[in-house]
């Protein structure tokens, strides 16, 4: 079974961790995409260590999209507009991971009008983070959704609906952390078989699991699990 690609949620300084910035240029063909955060957002100003980081992975074909909170539809959307055109100018970004998406009916509206609005100012990938499934509307209006967002023992109960058969597993994301490291490859072979398109394991955990590369990287990324 090949493992699905990687999203990765590049939340590590390239000024502290540059060799990992440099993996994932040099592992281009395991990546679907890099999510850029400067500062829980594009900061106030491009900064030259993350334009240094960027390039390479532009180079070697890897599409990196910038990092903007919606506060589960409460940011106003100018806001959330703003900090995306703000990536794309600064950083040539392809496109927005939008955080903390809602998950119900009522805020599809919002999320639709955004999603429109952020490919009108040249976005090329949007992708909606939930972190769990969403009311199945939402899948109209993103290239990707987040679908679970947590531990491995929480991953081991999750439940994938019916609506999500009616489109193809590259619609969605799991990410899976505090993974033990002997159980990775389940990890990988689990993700696979709910029909995750994309995917983000690791054995790290506390408060931010996505502040370095998995210790693992250097080989359950790179073989077949199992």
């Not at 390239?14 to 829980?40: C, G, T």
């Not at 949007?126 to 531990?151: I, R």
Request: with cysteine; aromatic share 12%.
């Amino acid at each position: 079974m090949t493992p699905p690609p990687l999203v990765v949620p590049a939340y590590f300084h390239p000024a502290v961790r540059p060799r990992q910035w440099q993996w994932l240029a040099e592992h281009a063909a395991l990546v679907r995409l890099v999510i850029l955060n400067v500062d829980s957002g594009p900061g106030s100003g491009p900064q030259a260590a993350f334009l240094a980081a960027v390039e390479p992975l532009r180079a070697a074909g890897v599409c990196v999209i910038g990092y903007v909170d919606t506060g589960y539809g409460r940011r106003d959307a100018r806001t959330v507009l703003a900090e995306t055109s703000r990536y794309l100018d600064w950083y040539g970004v392809r496109g927005v991971c939008l955080d903390q998406v809602a998950a119900g009916t009522a805020d599809i509206g919002y999320y639709a009008r955004v999603a429109e609005r952020v490919r009108a100012l040249g976005a090329e990938v949007v992708f909606f983070n939930h972190g769990t499934h969403p009311a199945p509307g939402y899948a109209s209006h993103a290239d990707l959704l987040g679908t679970f967002e947590g531990t491995w023992q929480a991953y081991g109960r999750l439940c994938t609906p019916d609506w999500t058969r009616h489109w193809p597993p590259s619609k969605f994301y799991h990410v899976v952390h505090s993974v033990p490291v002997a159980r990775i490859p389940a990890a990988w072979q689990l993700a696979a078989h709910r029909r995750a398109g994309a995917v983000y394991i690791t054995e790290r955990s506390g408060p931010n699991p996505y502040d370095s590369l998995p210790e693992t990287a250097g080989d359950e990324m790179e073989v077949e699990p199992g």
